[in-house]
């Protein structure tokens, strides 16, 4: 992993790489001065139970450049078992804050999601910032010749910052076989993040997310997505376990 500096502090969940910083956006910003290519994960408790069982997921997110925390799990689990702080940065709020950041002269990639919302989500962004330059926009039903075109265009416009928002864990398959394409370029994978700057979703109100109900608010929207809510409690108990097995190897080896 490549996420050294003095700003970035290296911590693990459950056996996968989670980094701990004051200063995301600012760190992101000199790799893209930089043209140093990254790959960033944003991690949440549904992530790290399908890496249990997906090894290739789980590869990925160790040789990622920076892994976020993002889910309410993630720092939950340091707060009780490794009885330090670690506080989430939602995927969404990261995108949003280098967004923000932006100059004219880096340019932007949006890919992923259905036509009308990725279209939606680039005009809300240019309406917030006049002078960001997303130079592309694609939704993720593309396919064949206009699927190549697209990839050709990437590799000819060198965007600076490229979101894709495809899902977990397509987004990161999908991120590992085309960064090639890009290589000075931070990669991250965004989620239904268009869909909250499409206006086609509405996220969570701030109270909830306080105190860590985020999740309930999105199976209030999505009841569908029960089944995935299911890698909530897995990973409490999971998480739980893997403490307690940690615990017992290190003090073995004092």
Aim: charged share 20%.
């Amino acid at each position: 992993m490549s996420a050294k500096q003095a700003d970035i502090k290296a911590l693990s969940v459950m056996g996968l790489p989670v980094h701990q910083s004051q200063a995301y956006v600012s760190w992101l910003n000199r790799r893209i001065q930089e043209n140093e290519g990254t790959h960033v994960i944003t991690i949440n408790a549904e992530m790290c139970m399908q890496a249990q069982q997906d090894q290739s997921l789980r590869q990925f997110i160790q040789e990622a450049d920076l892994v976020v925390p993002d889910g309410s799990g993630i720092e939950l689990y340091f707060r009780l078992l490794k009885r330090q702080q670690l506080y989430r940065y939602p995927g969404i709020e990261l995108a949003a804050d280098l967004l923000k950041s932006l100059d004219s002269h880096k340019k932007v990639a949006f890919y992923g999601g259905k036509p009308e919302v990725v279209e939606a989500a680039a005009a809300y962004w240019r309406s917030q910032n006049p002078q960001l330059n997303i130079a592309i926009v694609q939704h993720g039903y593309v396919k064949g010749a206009a699927f190549e075109a697209f990839l050709q265009q990437l590799a000819d416009v060198q965007p600076k910052l490229i979101f894709v928002g495809l899902g977990v864990p397509r987004q990161e398959f999908w991120i590992a076989d085309h960064r090639h394409l890009c290589p000075d370029a931070v990669w991250i994978g965004v989620g239904g993040s268009y869909d909250i700057w499409s206006g086609s979703k509405v996220r969570a109100p701030l109270w909830m997310r306080k105190i860590h109900l985020e999740w309930l608010y999105r199976l209030y929207q999505e009841p569908w997505r029960w089944r995935r809510m299911t890698a909530l409690p897995q990973f409490a108990w999971s998480s739980f376990w893997y403490g307690i097995q940690e615990q017992k190897s290190l003090k073995q080896n004092l």
